[in-house]
């Protein structure tokens, strides 16, 4: 762990996400929040007096601002690469929100850029650096299920266009960008939280097999969305290692978020990779009458005891506050730079998460299966879950 002066940084984009992000940023001394920037002056007026943090005049201020080290990236995601881009021109280190880019291409550009300026890129999610993620990895390593064969990701969200949507405001007044989400897609938005769980305990993915969809083409917005995305895919990972995983995304199906690793031996089950502190269930596998019995007649959750988690996570709960600390992955990023070490999630490994979700969003879009190009080297555990 790393000492000395804290690393500055510079948030672009100042919208719902951003509120999120700056509830974090206290819970870890490394990071100083030198300034802010968002191209619509109203919501950087509201947002920088709101938290009363400096406001930038143009994104070329804070890009030349000497004490940032860091652009942490928030704008909407077709504004990704063209910030991004800017950012490593100036020499900053970026940690942008998911996606890295719209396509892997667009993803490898802003890798070889940043190998090319000297400077590191790394991208949300990292709720694989969460409590619950890395319970549930030592849980595996240590060999609490055996041998991994499967693993399931439910990342279905409910039907989002049917909910009150328009009432939920981040605590400084912006609106959820419905629209936004919906032209982007539930898979490039949600996939990545199961993607980079299961990646960091498996290996790279090796093939990919999906199904995507667009089942409710009227999500009843006004005026009507030009370009709506699949609402709806299903594909099947598999990696390097012989595990596979099938994960499912929708903004269809009713709210499911469990993920489960399956090995010969038992299961292990997270509720939810939005909420850092969700316990890590794990249910020894089956094999008496009795016990199957049992199984059929209470579900499969019967028997199943609670892991101490490895960590307690300092997050005080309650409405417009985040479950999850979003700004874990930037202050991961700001102590690899400062101890000149590998950070855990770097541009190898961002890119590698663009591509398998590209090709769950996207499967017209390659060969059938899908083989995956981009590979990253092993990421080691958080410190503490060692
Ligand atoms: N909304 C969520 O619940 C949520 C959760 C996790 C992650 N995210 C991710 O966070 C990112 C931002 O999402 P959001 O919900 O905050 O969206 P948002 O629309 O509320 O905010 C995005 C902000 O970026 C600004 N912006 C866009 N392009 C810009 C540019 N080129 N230069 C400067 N500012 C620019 C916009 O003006 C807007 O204020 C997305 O990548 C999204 O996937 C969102």
Redesign the pocket.
């Known amino acids: 762990m790393s000492t000395g002066p804290a690393t500055g940084i510079a948030v672009?984009?100042?919208?719902?996400?951003?509120?999120?992000y700056r509830q974090c940023f206290p819970l870890h001394p490394g990071l100083r929040l030198v300034g802010v920037?968002?191209?619509?002056a109203e919501?950087?007026g509201v947002?920088s007096r709101y938290w009363s943090d400096r406001a930038y005049r143009a994104?070329d201020e804070a890009l030349s601002d000497r004490e940032v080290a860091i652009v942490v990236n928030?704008?909407?995601?077709?504004?990704?690469a063209?910030?991004t881009a800017q950012a490593i021109a100036a020499g900053k280190h970026v940690y942008?929100?998911?996606?890295l880019g719209m396509t892997t291409a667009e993803a490898e550009r802003m890798r070889d850029a940043a190998r090319a300026a000297g400077v590191r890129l790394s991208t949300?999610?990292c709720n694989v650096l969460g409590e619950s993620a890395q319970t549930a990895w030592a849980a595996v390593r240590r060999g609490d299920v055996g041998r991994v064969a499967l693993a399931y990701a439910e990342l279905d969200d409910g039907m989002i266009h049917r909910t009150d949507y328009k009432s939920w405001l981040?605590v400084s007044g912006?609106?959820?960008?419905a629209r936004?989400?919906f032209e982007?897609g539930c898979t490039?938005?949600h996939a990545g939280y199961a993607i980079t769980v299961f990646a960091a305990m498996f290996g790279p993915v090796r093939r990919v097999t999906s199904f995507s969809s667009l089942l409710i083409p009227d999500k009843r917005t006004e005026p009507p969305l030009p370009h709506p995305a699949p609402d709806f895919s299903v594909g099947c990972l598999e990696f390097d290692g012989g595990v596979v995983a099938r994960i499912t995304n929708s903004i269809v199906a009713p709210y499911d978020h469990r993920m489960r690793i399956i090995g010969e031996d038992g299961t292990l089950e997270m509720k939810e990779p939005w909420d850092y502190a969700s316990p890590v269930r794990l249910r020894k596998s089956q094999q008496g009458r009795l016990g199957r019995m049992l199984e059929r007649r209470f579900g499969a959750g019967f028997a199943a005891s609670t892991l101490p988690p490895l960590r307690k996570i300092a997050l005080r709960r309650g409405r417009g506050r985040p479950t999850m600390d979003?700004a874990r992955g930037v202050a991961e990023l700001a102590e690899a730079v400062r101890d000149g070490r590998r950070c855990r999630l770097d541009e190898d490994f961002a890119v590698h998460v663009t591509e398998v979700t590209e090709m769950l969003q996207h499967p017209e879009r390659f060969a059938r299966p899908a083989v995956v190009r981009s590979t990253f080297a092993p990421i080691a555990p958080m410190d503490w879950a060692t």
Do not use: M
Request: charged content about 30%; proline content about 12%; glycine content about 4%.
């Open positions: 672009v984009g100042c919208g719902y996400v951003a509120d999120y920037w968002d191209r619509d919501r950087l947002y994104l928030l704008t909407t995601p077709e504004s990704h063209e910030v942008s929100e998911k996606p949300a999610p981040s912006r609106p959820w960008p936004n989400e982007t490039f938005e979003f």
